[in-house]
């Protein structure tokens, strides 16, 4: 059902943790829905120098998770809001259908982590962050 | 490197063939192959003749005539068999009474029933224990109720409900009967004359034999409308072409499950379950789902919080483990089980539950190994977790 890649992130995540002194983090989805991202980055003049998850979800949301952040890590800010879930999607060779949901919730993680930076530094939330798993996503996607 | 281990435990999804069922069908694959309708040669008659001796054999290890069982393909047709046959016999009247923790296989032809047919469904609680009460039965019976359905035990949680009780109020309101026994059957002590119920249906799969076939019991006196059409096998109320082979597995396997040994075994399996239970238990953060001793011998449902069912079942793959859960990730849908949520756990809980079904291949070793792989599992999981502060 999943691709080796998806069994590579699922069974070897990169980058799972906290970051102590993170200076933006993201969390979307909910466990009622039965996912939940948690996304934690530490960034230095608008670069990504360090990005940590952790993530409540299935195979897919973990394997999301975890390429999310790989696509990310040591990329300029700019960069990082142009991931989208379809370059998750493409990275880990696929996903099934019911399972897209995961690479959007990753997409959203990510700009989460950065829209926090963003208030933290007083600048001004200039991209689209998503729903966020604020909305209904049950019965959303 | 010694070979992986990795122990099947998964038996109410299916279960493997005992070497001696396999044994006793094969010569009816090899040899005696014929049609038992074909009545005219001796092929067909000796196919024949081996057809009615595995029914009667069936009959006898059940507590029923013979004549009350009919040979289908499967759990699944049975019960549609069973629902659809019983209603429509009796069209006039558009109430159906059931369990809210119904397999799939009964829920879904129920749920048909209320869209598409004007059918009203009343869907009895089971409370946190996973059971239906008795007086709950008796309250929602009506005049217009056309049938109640109750299953023997649930597949995800094991619980065991009160069959022969439930069965004497819904006859005490002249409402027929109908039980989905395809768990329980070959699991636990079943006397269909003393249960009282108009209907049951069967799996050959859950006890033992190749997928395929089932049985319906339709109690003498009772009359259902058929569900297939076709040449008028199995006295012109199933048709198909007669699955002897099948038959032949049924009946070894009833013999063997329900004999001596096989409630020798049943006794093992409980001792079993009950060390694994003890054993999850031990692991912060784990509650067990369902009544524990008004359950399958074999059944172990837990909930891990923080971790998510799909994840879980992965891991325990990769660790060597076969097991099932009731999250939502597992399926199209997005919503977890409906067994776990009419039991009362929240989603977040219902999420990370995890079944374990053990059986007669199943060892003392094989329970100290899934303890460890789960205990394994879950502090990986738990440790990516946001929901886990520790
Ligand atoms: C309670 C119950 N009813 C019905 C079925 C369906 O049986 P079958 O797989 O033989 O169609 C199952 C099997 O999962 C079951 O557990």
């Known amino acids: ?141 | 490197m010694t070979e992986k281990r990795y122990v099947y435990a998964d038996n109410a999804a299916t279960t493997r063939v005992l070497p001696q069922i396999l044994e006793a069908m094969t010569p009816y694959y090899l040899e005696e192959f014929g049609n038992a309708s074909s009545g005219l040669y001796s092929y067909g008659q000796r196919a024949r003749a081996a057809l009615e001796d595995a029914r009667a054999r069936c009959a006898k290890m059940l507590g029923c005539d013979a004549e009350e069982l009919y040979f289908t393909s499967g759990g699944t047709e049975s019960d549609n068999w069973a629902i659809l046959g019983a209603l429509r016999a009796k069209k006039d009247k558009k109430h159906v009474i059931s369990s809210s923790i119904e397999h799939p296989a009964v829920r879904n032809t129920l749920l048909r029933l209320e869209k598409e047919e004007g059918y009203e469904i009343t869907w009895l609680p089971v409370y946190e224990e996973g059971i239906v009460r008795v007086e709950d039965l008796e309250a929602a019976l009506r005049d217009d109720t056309a049938l109640v359905c109750v299953m023997y035990a649930n597949n995800e949680i094991g619980t065991i409900q009160p069959i022969r009780e439930l069965a004497a109020i819904a006859h005490a309101k002249k409402v027929p009967f109908f039980c989905d026994a395809v768990q329980a059957v070959g699991h636990v002590d079943l006397d269909l004359h003393e249960l009282g119920v108009d209907l049951l249906s069967l799996s050959g799969h859950k006890l033992h034999t190749p997928k395929g076939i089932g049985a319906l019991y339709i109690k003498k006196g009772m009359w259902i409308k058929n569900l297939i059409e076709g040449g008028g096998q199995e006295k012109r109320k199933r048709s198909g072409t007669e699955n002897v082979a099948g038959a032949v597995a049924l009946a070894t396997a009833l013999e063997y499950m329900c004999g001596e040994e096989g409630k020798r075994e049943r006794e093992r399996i409980l001792a079993l379950r009950e060390t694994l239970i003890d054993g999850l238990l031990e692991i912060p953060h784990v509650r067990l789902n369902g009544d524990r001793t008004r359950r399958l011998p074999g059944n172990v449902n837990v909930s891990c919080r923080f971790i998510e069912g799909e994840g879980l079942i992965m891991w325990l793959d990769l660790m060597g483990v076969a097991a099932s859960t009731g999250s939502a990730c597992s399926t199209a849908s997005l919503d977890p089980s409906h067994v776990l949520l009419a039991i009362g756990l929240p989603h977040e809980i219902a999420h990370g539950s995890l079944r374990l079904t053990l059986d007669v291949d199943n060892t003392e070793e094989d329970v100290e190994f899934i303890l460890d792989a789960v205990k394994k599992t879950l502090e990986r999981l738990r440790a990516m977790s946001p929901l886990c502060q520790e």
């Open chain 1, 1 to 141: 059902m999943y691709s080796e890649k998806v069994m590579d992130h699922f069974q070897n995540p990169r980058n799972v943790g906290t970051i102590a002194d993170a200076n933006g983090v993201g969390e979307v989805g909910n466990a009622k829905c039965g996912d939940i991202m948690k996304i934690f980055l530490k960034i230095e003049d608008d670069v990504i120098v360090d990005v940590k998850f952790q993530t409540f979800g299935c195979g897919a949301a973990i394997a999301t998770s975890s390429m999310a952040t790989e696509l990310i890590k040591g990329k300029p800010i700019s960069e990082a809001l142009t991931l989208t879930n379809k370059a998750v999607v493409e990275a880990l060779d696929g996903l099934p259908p019911v399972k897209l949901h995961c690479s959007v919730l990753a997409e959203e993680a990510v700009k989460s982590a950065i829209a926090d930076y963003y208030t933290k530094i007083g600048r001004e939330i200039d991209f689209d962050l998503g729903c966020g798993g604020c909305c209904d996503h049950c019965d959303h996607h």
